[in-house]
């Protein structure tokens, strides 16, 4: 749940300065009790079972004379944070969805100006994005999994917005589901003959016989229909700087390149899995 908040009363009246709007990464003073009271709250579920887990995984040494649950309400900064990701990542792994408590922690960071948001899956933390943004991405998922000839790139796309927008981010591992998913969404369309098709043979492919493919977009006579989509999945193809390793060092791709690289590749995936990119009849 997001929405504009409204001005607060003094600032209304112009007799001071409004809150500030920039989220919060970190666990801020307003925010640090009510988080570690819902820890607490959560790990003492299952009779202490949830707590004691998230401890044994989050590698935290429990004293004699305290339990888990009271260990977790500990925490603070990014830890607290890693301990909330991780009981609702133990919550999602045995299938618990739904419950009121897990609707009241979004509440909970919406209302405090948090930098992250539980995912839409209810398995963790995520950074916070625009509803819109991360509805669209989420929508193509959602359709390309009901696309047979798409293959699993949904799941590659599903796997590289946690990747990218999790609490702890990991652009190379993002990137390389970015293509994947690609890949999957496009191999039908462009080469359904080649059983070991990556971006790079396709694009080959693209190269070597244009007039094979079209698009949904019209296109001016004379001009090429396949040449936005060959120079998207160019650009895609190209800035995965961690591919293949050389003798000079791997470059890993930025948190910034995998995370235009996923909404890249949503639109990608929505047009192959859509029918808007096909071979011409």
């Given at each position: 749940?997001?929405?504009t908040?409204?001005?607060?009363?003094?600032a209304?009246?112009?007799?001071a300065?409004?809150?500030?709007?920039?989220p919060y990464?970190d666990?801020?003073?307003?925010?640090l009790r009510?988080?570690?009271r819902?820890?607490?709250?959560m790990?003492?579920r299952a009779?202490?079972?949830i707590?004691?887990?998230v401890?044994?995984?989050?590698?935290i040494?429990?004293?004699?004379?305290?339990n888990?649950?009271?260990?977790?309400?500990?925490?603070q900064?990014?830890?607290l944070l890693?301990?909330v990701d991780?009981i609702?990542?133990l919550?999602?792994e045995?299938?618990?969805?739904?419950?009121?408590?897990?609707?009241?922690?979004?509440v909970?960071?919406d209302?405090?100006g948090s930098a992250?948001?539980?995912s839409?899956?209810?398995?963790g933390?995520e950074t916070?994005?625009?509803?819109?943004?991360?509805d669209?991405v989420?929508?193509?998922?959602?359709?390309?999994?009901?696309v047979?000839?798409a293959g699993?790139?949904?799941?590659?796309?599903?796997t590289?917005?946690?990747?990218?927008?999790g609490l702890h981010?990991d652009?190379v591992r993002?990137?390389s589901?970015?293509?994947?998913?690609v890949e999957?969404?496009?191999?039908?369309v462009i080469q359904?003959?080649?059983?070991?098709a990556t971006?790079?043979?396709?694009?080959?492919?693209?190269?070597?016989?244009?007039?094979?493919?079209?698009t949904a977009?019209?296109?001016?006579?004379?001009?090429?229909?396949?040449?936005?989509?060959?120079?998207m999945?160019?650009?895609?193809w190209?800035?995965?700087?961690?591919?293949?390793g050389?003798?000079?060092?791997t470059?890993?791709?930025?948190?910034?390149?995998?995370?235009a690289?996923?909404?890249l590749a949503?639109?990608?995936v929505?047009?192959?899995?859509?029918g808007a990119?096909?071979?011409t009849p």
């Open positions: 749940m997001t929405s908040r409204r001005q607060r009363f003094s209304r009246l112009g007799l300065n409004d809150v500030d709007e920039v990464t666990v801020p003073p307003h925010l009510p988080l570690q819902w820890a607490f709250s790990a003492n009779d202490g079972y707590g004691h887990t401890c044994l995984r989050l590698r040494a429990v004293p004699e004379d305290a888990a649950s009271w260990c977790l309400s500990q925490l900064g990014i830890d890693d301990g991780d609702l990542d919550l999602a045995n299938d618990v969805r739904g419950l009121p408590e897990v609707r009241q922690l979004g909970l960071l209302d405090a992250y948001r539980v839409d899956d209810e398995g933390l916070r994005v625009s509803a819109e943004v991360r669209a989420l929508q193509t998922v959602s359709d390309a999994a009901a047979p000839s699993s790139a949904a799941d590659h796309l599903a590289s917005w946690k990747a990218a927008y981010p652009p993002a990137y589901e970015v293509i994947k998913a999957s969404a496009s191999h039908a359904p003959s080649h059983a070991r971006l790079g043979t396709m694009l080959g492919e693209i190269g070597n016989a244009r007039v094979k493919f079209t977009i019209s296109t001016p006579a004379g001009k090429d229909p396949i040449a936005p989509v060959e120079a999945m160019r650009a895609l190209d800035g995965q700087t961690s591919r293949h050389k003798q000079t060092g470059v890993p791709e930025t948190l910034e390149a995998a995370r690289g996923v909404h949503a639109t990608l929505q047009w192959f899995g859509s990119v096909a071979r």
